[in-house]
């Protein structure tokens, strides 16, 4: 997600109004006329299947919003980062994540600090 973008929270129905609305560029009545296992199949044509048990990824509800922390680096470790391109502070959070992650799964995640 780039700097300049927000996250816009709808209600269902906002959501139902702006799918219904005049001056759409989508063709919604061809979109709906097409079957579940028709839309699979396209998507698996344009990405490939879903791997299996990608249903024990699902997140649901409004994730914690994050914190703001000031954090001491190796100067090594913090070029790396930024040389993969924009976003280097999220590819450290995933990093963070996938470590904590981990550690839960084996146990060891087993204090918690805020």
């Avoid at 060891?108 to 600090?113: C, E, S």
Wanted: hydrophobic share 30%; aromatic share 6%.
């Amino acid at each position: 997600m780039e700097k300049n973008e927000r996250i816009a929270r709808a209600s269902a129905e906002d959501i139902r109004r702006k799918l219904d609305q005049e001056g759409s560029k989508t063709d919604w009545q061809r979109a709906r006329s097409h079957s579940q296992e028709h839309v699979e199949h396209l998507a698996d044509e344009d990405d490939g299947p879903l791997p299996e048990g990608w249903e024990s990824t699902i997140e649901l509800g409004i994730p914690e919003p994050k914190k703001g922390v000031h954090i001491r680096l190796d100067p090594h470790v913090l070029r790396w980062f930024k040389a993969q391109g924009p976003g280097y502070q999220t590819r450290i959070n995933a990093v963070l994540r996938g470590f904590v992650e981990a550690r839960e799964r084996a146990g060891d995640g087993d204090r918690k600090a805020d």
